[in-house]
Each structure stands twice: as structure tokens, then as C-alpha cells.
């Protein structure tokens, strides 16, 4: 595989005779196979110029091989010690254990521990950030995953729209929306759907309960689906029934930033500009201090994954880089607008992937 390739020519140049990869998100990337093992161990060694070796819960060794995987899978029961396996394993194939490249920020200290203890105390070094950097880049495979998971991503949102009637709850919103989904055979959401209305959408990651739809109330949704490992997220807000100078003036504040960003998504562009351009919109109306977060994330395998689209980050936009562009503003007491969209970077300038209409709309 390209993606096994990519690593493996890093570790040459960097002298890493092997790197441990735990997370399952990164060896869902490089192996082709997602789960959730729980507490259980899985984890993927790869070296310089041998195979990998993939080691895994018994009850998962199936699955694996389903995936295509032709290397060395180590399976183990409940009962027995994954790390005397993966001792075994590494000593037989007798590679140096002077150096190990793992993942930092997942590893936890108890499974660093067992593993140093298997090579010899060697020196750590960080994959992660080599990871993230091949990750950014999206293939064609990927593109179309994301595109479909956002094309959902758009249909809950119009489930959310046409569920909407005075005196419904958030929740009995929300539990549309994804009711409708599972019937398209989305299995996960991206997140925790958010149903908020009126003074509720002033919090910008708000609780949705029963809260009662009333005339006048902001509504905003924020989902996302998974779909073959790969997320989308969107977010839209509307007006319900009646709308105040204050609201509408607020929306169009939120969309001119929106639009801004999006004209500035082209390749080669600083990305910290993508959030300058957006927060100057609206600090120059007057609402710089109700808008508290980046312009957005990196989205992929997670849904926030790198970059951190923050107006600090001064990488450069390159092709095939997928992120979200989610201005907001939020009014305690008031109510808040977020309008997001999942956005690809092309050759030419940018693809939003999510494709719901997000001129301000007066739910009738």
C-alpha cells in the first residue's frame, strides 16, 4: 500500500528502524480496517524494509483478513498477554530497538511502558505529526467518501427543516434527523447532533433538551455522519415564523464572513488568513466579541483532524485538503448563528461539499 510506502520511507530517512501505530484511527488509514477494540490492544508496527505486523484481538483477526490485509496478523484471547506475543514477534525478526517512533498524544504511559520495556528503553520519537501531514492530503477514493458523507450530512438538515412546528423539542428534533439517517444506513454520527433553539443557540456547543420551539427562535443544527470511516459536518441556522432587525442583521453578518473565507480557500493561500478575513467581516460590524473559536478544523478519518484552521497557522492551502469554513455569533440570552460547510481545496480554488442553501431562510 502507498500510504505503508509513505511511512516506511520516512522512518529510512529519519533512521527509525520502527514505528508502533495505536490509534485506531491511524491504522484504520494505513490498514484499511476500522474498529473500536475498547480497552483491548491493537496496534500496528511498521519498519523500514520488512513487513508490518498487525496485532489484534482474536474476535478482529477475521475481519482484518476480510480487508485484504496479506501481512503477519497476531491475534490474541482475553485471557493471554498481547505484549508477550509482540516480544516474541520483534525479537525474532531482530531489528535494532535503539529508536521507536509512536504516537505521543495516544499512547497511553502504562502501554509505553510495556512497549520500552521491549525495546530496551529506546529513544521515543513522534509519528504523529508525519502522519497528519499524510493525512491532509486526501486521494480520490477519500474525495468521494467525504462527498457522500456530506451529501447526508445535507439531508439531515432538511429532515431537521421539515420536522419543525411550534411547540416541538430539541430532542424530539434531533431524534428525527437521525431516525431519518439510519434509514439511509448511516450507523454513527461525526458528533453529537446539536438541535438548539432560540436563546440555546447562543451557546456555540449548546445541550439540545426540551427546549419548545417558539416564533422568533433562532434554530441551528450541527451534524455530521460517518461513512466508511470518513466524516462530514455541517451546520445551518434559520429563523423560525418571525425575525427581528437584530437577528437578520446577525445571520448576514455570519454569511458575508462566511463567504470571505471561502473566497480566500485557494492553493498557495496562507490558511491563518482564512479565519483573518472572516473575523474582520465581523469585528468591523460589531460582533468581534461574540465570535470565541477558529474559522474551522481539518476533517477526514476524524471530525477534527489536522490542520487547526486558527488565524495563527501560517501553513499554506494545498490540494486536496478537506476542512470546514464555520464562522459564528453568539449572544448570550440572544441566540447565535453558525453557518459551516465541509470545503475541498481543488487545483483551481475550492469545492464546498456541503450543499444545502444557507441564504437566510424565515421558516414558515
Same mark, same amino acid.
Given at each position: 500500500?502507498?500510504?505503508?510506502?509513505?511511512?516506511?520511507?520516512?522512518?529510512?530517512?529519519?533512521?527509525?528502524?520502527?514505528?508502533?501505530?495505536?490509534?485506531?484511527?491511524?491504522?484504520?488509514?494505513?490498514?484499511?480496517?476500522?474498529?473500536?477494540?475498547?480497552?483491548?490492544?491493537m496496534?500496528?508496527?511498521?519498519?523500514?524494509?520488512m513487513?508490518?505486523?498487525?496485532?489484534?484481538?482474536?474476535?478482529?483477526?477475521n475481519?482484518?483478513?476480510?480487508?485484504?490485509?496479506?501481512?503477519?496478523?497476531?491475534?490474541? !484471547?482475553?485471557?493471554?498477554?498481547?505484549?508477550?506475543?509482540?516480544?516474541?514477534?520483534?525479537?525474532?525478526?531482530g531489528?535494532s530497538?535503539?529508536?521507536?517512533?509512536?504516537?505521543?498524544?495516544?499512547?497511553?504511559?502504562?502501554?509505553?511502558?510495556?512497549?520500552? !520495556?521491549?525495546?530496551?528503553?529506546?529513544?521515543?520519537?513522534?509519528?504523529?505529526?508525519?502522519?497528519?501531514r499524510?493525512?491532509?492530503?486526501?486521494?480520490? *477514493?477519500?474525495?468521494? *467518501?467525504?462527498?457522500?458523507?456530506?451529501?447526508?450530512?445535507?439531508?439531515?438538515?432538511?429532515?431537521?427543516v421539515?420536522?419543525?412546528?411550534?411547540?416541538?423539542?430539541?430532542?424530539?428534533?434531533? !431524534?428525527?434527523?437521525?431516525?431519518?439517517?439510519?434509514k439511509?444506513?448511516?450507523?454513527?454520527?461525526?458528533?453529537?447532533?446539536?438541535?438548539?433553539?432560540?436563546?440555546?443557540?447562543? +451557546?456555540?456547543?449548546?445541550?439540545?433538551?426540551?427546549r419548545?420551539?417558539?416564533?422568533? +427562535?433562532?434554530?441551528?443544527? +450541527?451534524?455530521?455522519?460517518v461513512?466508511?470511516?470518513?466524516?462530514?459536518?455541517?451546520?445551518?441556522?434559520?429563523?423560525?415564523?418571525?425575525?427581528?432587525?437584530?437577528?437578520?442583521?446577525?445571520?448576514?453578518?455570519?454569511?458575508?464572513?462566511?463567504?470571505?473565507?471561502?473566497?480566500?480557500?485557494?492553493p498557495?493561500?496562507?490558511?491563518?488568513?482564512?479565519?483573518q478575513?472572516?473575523?474582520?467581516?465581523?469585528?468591523?460590524?460589531?460582533?468581534?466579541?461574540?465570535?470565541?473559536?477558529?474559522?474551522?478544523?481539518g476533517?477526514?478519518?476524524?471530525?477534527?483532524?489536522?490542520?487547526?484552521?486558527?488565524?495563527?497557522?501560517?501553513?499554506?492551502?494545498?490540494?486536496?485538503?478537506?476542512?470546514?469554513?464555520?464562522?459564528?455569533?453568539y449572544i448570550?440570552?440572544?441566540?447565535?448563528v453558525?453557518?459551516?460547510?465541509?470545503?475541498?481545496?481543488?487545483?483551481?480554488?475550492?469545492?464546498?461539499?456541503?450543499?444545502?442553501?444557507?441564504?437566510?431562510?424565515?421558516i414558515?
Amino acid at each position: 500500500m502507498t500510504r505503508l510506502k509513505n511511512l516506511q520511507s520516512w522512518l529510512k530517512e529519519k533512521g527509525v528502524p520502527a514505528a508502533f501505530i495505536n490509534s485506531t484511527e491511524n491504522v484504520f488509514y494505513l490498514t484499511g480496517f476500522l474498529t473500536n477494540p475498547h480497552e483491548r490492544l491493537m496496534g500496528l508496527f511498521v519498519f523500514q524494509d520488512m513487513d508490518p505486523i498487525f496485532i489484534v484481538p482474536n474476535m478482529e483477526v477475521n475481519q482484518v483478513k476480510a480487508t485484504g490485509w496479506n501481512h503477519e496478523v497476531i491475534g490474541y !484471547a482475553d485471557h493471554e498477554n498481547p505484549w508477550e506475543f509482540i516480544k516474541e514477534s520483534i525479537e525474532k525478526i531482530g531489528i535494532s530497538r535503539n529508536v521507536i517512533a509512536l504516537e505521543k498524544s495516544v499512547l497511553s504511559y502504562g502501554r509505553t511502558e510495556e512497549l520500552l !520495556a521491549i525495546f530496551n528503553g529506546a529513544e521515543v520519537v513522534d509519528v504523529e505529526d508525519q502522519l497528519n501531514r499524510l493525512r491532509v492530503i486526501k486521494d480520490e *477514493t477519500e474525495i468521494d *467518501t467525504i462527498r457522500r458523507a456530506a451529501k447526508l450530512a445535507d439531508f439531515g438538515v432538511e429532515v431537521g427543516v421539515n420536522s419543525l412546528k411550534e411547540g416541538i423539542t430539541e430532542m424530539e428534533v434531533l !431524534a428525527t434527523i437521525e431516525y431519518e439517517l439510519k434509514k439511509q444506513g448511516v450507523r454513527e454520527m461525526s458528533f453529537s447532533t446539536m438541535v438548539l433553539f432560540g436563546e440555546k443557540s447562543g +451557546d456555540p456547543h449548546g445541550n439540545p433538551g426540551n427546549r419548545q420551539l417558539r416564533p422568533g +427562535d433562532f434554530v441551528l443544527f +450541527d451534524m455530521g455522519v460517518v461513512l466508511d470511516g470518513y466524516c462530514s459536518d455541517i451546520t445551518r441556522t434559520f429563523i423560525y415564523k418571525s425575525s427581528s432587525d437584530e437577528q437578520v442583521e446577525i445571520y448576514n453578518t455570519v454569511l458575508n464572513a462566511q463567504i470571505a473565507s471561502l473566497e480566500a480557500s485557494k492553493p498557495g493561500n496562507r490558511i491563518g488568513d482564512l479565519d483573518q478575513v472572516a473575523r474582520d467581516v465581523i469585528t468591523d460590524a460589531g460582533y468581534g466579541n461574540y465570535f470565541p473559536h477558529r474559522i474551522g478544523h481539518g476533517m477526514g478519518i476524524n471530525v477534527h483532524e489536522f490542520p487547526s484552521m486558527s488565524h495563527l497557522n501560517n501553513d499554506i492551502l494545498l490540494e486536496g485538503m478537506v476542512y470546514t469554513i464555520e464562522p459564528g455569533i453568539y449572544i448570550p440570552g440572544v441566540g447565535g448563528v453558525r453557518i459551516e460547510d465541509d470545503v475541498l481545496i481543488t487545483k483551481e480554488g475550492y469545492e464546498t461539499l456541503t450543499k444545502y442553501p444557507k441564504e437566510l431562510k424565515i421558516i414558515e
